[in-house]
């Protein structure tokens, strides 16, 4: 069975600084992808990066970045110089049997409260 | 940049009334979920969708949901029946092969 682990409930920055939120999982299908997503005060759910398990390097999308450690099941989002707006719910997801073409769902951690201070 | 779209944002339903959700997904996705997330908790699979049928559930999709697609573009979900437990923020999802796109949700209140 698929489990993501988010260890930190909330966290604090300050603002242009950078912070890393961390995520392990845990799955034994070797074929499997990772995201992170970003939920504002407003609800909705924002896509931010994603990384697949055969990717040769981490994953980056503009200010984040994905510090991905195959051997230690670690998924890590770093966001580089924090913003106000970045003060967010962020939730690491994981679906496996990428490659299969199925349907597979996402399973996600519990979460991670971002406060960015100014 | 193509999106997944939900209608309405905001529905209030009496118990026991049935409810359908609606959204669109991003038209070249082949795959189609709905998740909820109950105020302050986990997202929670409910059902996902691959070619024209049911390819996964979850405990929580029970008889009292159901979901179609009816005319190629819409993705709905149904509930029959609503109880109070069943306010939460709905969301509908779709995917290609790796990227998994939400739409803005639909927050459900049963009164």
């Known amino acids: 069975a698929q489990k993501i682990t988010q260890t930190q409930p909330g966290m604090f920055v300050q603002e242009k600084e950078a912070v890393t939120l961390d995520c392990t999982y845990d799955t034994s299908d070797p074929s499997y992808g990772l995201f992170w997503y970003k939920q504002p005060s407003s609800g909705e759910m924002i896509f931010l990066i994603y990384?697949?398990?055969?990717?040769?390097q981490n994953a980056t999308e503009g200010r984040y970045s994905l510090n991905f450690q195959k051997a230690r099941k670690s998924a890590n989002l770093v966001i580089s110089a924090s913003q106000l707006g970045d003060s967010a719910m962020y939730f690491c997801?994981?679906?496996?049997?990428?490659?299969?073409?199925?349907?597979?769902?996402?399973?996600f951690g519990s979460g991670t409260q971002l406060t960015v201070l100014p | 940049e193509p999106e997944v779209t939900q209608t309405p944002s905001h529905q209030v339903t009496q118990m026991g009334q049935e409810v359908i959700l609606r959204c669109v997904p991003i038209?070249?996705?082949?795959?189609f979920y709905w998740y909820r997330q109950i105020l302050g908790q986990k997202v929670e699979f409910l059902v996902s969708?691959?070619?024209?049928?049911?390819?996964?559930k979850s405990e929580i999709f029970d008889d009292q949901f159901s979901v179609e697609r009816p005319d190629g573009s819409n993705f709905t979900l149904k509930i029959r029946s609503t109880k109070l437990e069943d306010s939460a923020m709905y969301f509908c999802?779709?995917?290609?092969?790796?990227?998994?796109?939400f739409g803005q949700g639909t927050r459900l209140t049963v009164v």
């Open positions: 999802a779709s995917s290609g092969r790796t990227e998994a796109f």
């Open positions: 997801a994981m679906r496996d049997s990428i490659s299969s073409g199925s349907a597979r769902q996402l399973t």
């Open positions: 990384q697949g398990s055969y990717d040769q």
């Open positions: 969708f691959y070619n024209n049928e049911i390819s996964e």
């Open positions: 038209s070249n996705h082949l795959y």
